[in-house]
């Protein structure tokens, strides 16, 4: 395209005037511009010293000379501390705020994600006396609406009018923290439930909320809070490569499993994702893996579709160190923040480059070093390095494991095999007698087929999670 063209191309007004974080340092907390001290303190207590640069960079935005005139969108690179860079200027804003109203608003694709950025906020908002809510459908509706919603207390003598007593009911949080679907269904039938008082908004995560088709919440939430002005949105697009050591293990695919042994017995136990290419190969690694006997470490497995209650149980393990292999599907490569995790291993290659930087930004957080591994086909190598490329990352080495340490593990790998072998068949028996089951229980009652089809389906997918081909 030719410059002129270029020119006239139209570019949304807070998009005219990009700041560039490179030029920012670290800022000492105690030299913060107009920073509240109790939210100094707070942040002390958190081990926090100094801001980093796109923290103080967006502090200057909107504290700072800056004084929020402007929508922000916020890219820099994965763990370089962006829930905070928008965390804290809300905060400090919020904390002359008189009258108890839900003036902010954090929406986040997954639950996860969410519970992870309330973490956060509630770590620095009650120490200037804000209440942080969160609506995600980790729990009842009623249990959520009881948090969030200040009901009027009903004096002796009182008459009791519902229209008047409606009106009275207020907001008990100043600040939410939510997902979509369940912001939805608070915005369309939670009574007292209001965003007209909403101040700043923000959508983390935005380009997946973009790919995924959520966005008609974004527009019925920027029609109700007509007086939100600043949009601070944070969309990764690299990874803090220079602090992450890229490498490549070329093995065959059958083999896959001992190399990824081998590999972890050299990681010697430190904390490392492994994150594979589906749910299913997710499920059927990690239950081969538990299968040998004697492994050093301890390992386990998070997926999208597990109950959340397990995931929020398995996140909780491994932040405390009691699990060292985390074997992951994609549910794990976004946002997720886990201190300490060293060593990212793609066991399968990842489809985009996109998903290859979000998944090597689990490690190497919060200016830490970490390692990026991925094992690979021969005839993968190239693709392998064209999306290294275009990621802007430019060298990878090659990390060979001695023949020796991957043929010692045939012995356990054969029995493994079996065991997993044996776990399908269960599975599969068990498949059989169910459907065996249902289908009695359809002659007697059509009606239910829906139910039991979805039943039948997700043992099916178990079974099939359980077979041979690692
Ligand atoms: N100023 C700071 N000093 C020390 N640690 C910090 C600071 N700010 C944030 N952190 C820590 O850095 C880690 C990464 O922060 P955060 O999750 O916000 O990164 P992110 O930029 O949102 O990453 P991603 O793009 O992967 O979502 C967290 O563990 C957080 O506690």
Redesign the pocket.
């Known amino acids: 395209m030719g410059d002129s063209k270029q020119r006239s191309m139209p570019v949304v007004p807070w998009m005219r005037r990009p700041v560039d974080i490179q030029l920012f340092k670290?800022c000492p907390?105690g030299l913060v511009p107009c920073l509240d001290s109790r939210l100094e303190a707070a942040?002390r207590q958190?081990?926090?010293?100094?801001?980093?640069p796109?923290?103080i960079a967006v502090w200057q935005e909107t504290i700072g000379p800056g004084s929020f005139e402007r929508d922000l969108c916020i890219n820099?690179?994965?763990?370089?501390?962006?829930?905070?860079?928008y965390a804290l200027p809300i905060v400090q804003q919020l904390s002359t705020r008189k009258i108890r109203c839900l003036r902010a608003l954090v929406v986040l694709p997954t639950r996860d994600?969410a519970l992870?950025v309330k973490g956060?906020f509630d770590a620095i908002a009650p120490a200037v006396g804000l209440r942080v809510g969160l609506a995600i459908g980790q729990s009842s509706i009623e249990d959520e609406i009881a948090n969030l919603i200040e009901k009027p207390k009903l004096g002796l003598g009182m008459s009791f009018d519902l229209e008047d007593f409606q009106m009275k009911l207020r907001s008990s949080v100043d600040i939410l923290v939510a997902t979509p679907g369940r912001l939805m269904d608070h915005v369309n039938t939670t009574k007292g439930f209001s965003l007209e008082h909403l101040c700043y908004l923000v959508v983390?995560?935005t380009d997946r909320f973009l790919r995924e088709e959520y966005q008609s919440w974004l527009s019925t939430v920027l029609h109700l809070s007509c007086s939100s002005q600043n949009m601070i949105s944070?969309n990764?697009r690299t990874?803090a490569f220079s602090a992450i050591g890229s490498f490549r293990t070329i093995c065959e695919t059958k083999l896959k499993p001992l190399y990824l042994i081998a590999l972890l017995q050299n990681l010697r136990g430190e904390k490392c994702i492994v994150f594979t290419s589906s749910m299913k190969r997710t499920r059927r690694l990690s239950t081969l893996l538990n299968f040998f006997e004697d492994l050093p470490f301890k390992i386990s497995e998070f997926w999208g579709q597990q109950h959340q209650s397990v995931r929020r149980k398995t996140l909780e393990a491994f932040r405390k160190g009691e699990i060292d292999v985390l074997v992951s599907s994609d549910a794990m490569a976004?946002?997720?923040?886990i201190?300490g995790v060293r060593n990212v291993i793609n066991y399968d290659i990842a489809p985009y480059v996109k998903t290859y930087i979000?998944r090597a930004?689990?490690t190497a957080?919060?200016?830490q070093l970490g390692r990026c591994f991925t094992l690979l086909r021969k005839g993968e190598v190239k693709r392998f390095k064209e999306m290294l490329q275009k990621a802007g990352e430019n060298s990878c080495g090659v990390h060979s494991l001695p023949a020796a340490s991957v043929e010692e593990l045939h012995p356990s790998y054969d029995s493994a095999l079996k065991k997993l072998k044996g776990e399908g068949d269960l599975e599969s028996s068990k498949e059989r007698h169910i459907n065996v089951k249902s289908s009695r229980r359809s002659k007697r009652k059509k009606s239910d087929t829906s139910t039991r089809h979805s039943n039948s389906s997700r043992l099916m997918s178990s079974a099939s999670c359980l077979g041979f081909n690692v």
């Open positions: 670290d907390i942040l958190m081990s926090i010293s100094s801001l980093f796109v923290q820099s690179p994965t763990g370089s501390g962006k829930t905070l860079a994600l992870q956060v983390d995560e944070d990764t990874c976004r946002g997720m923040d201190e979000h930004g689990r957080r919060a200016g």
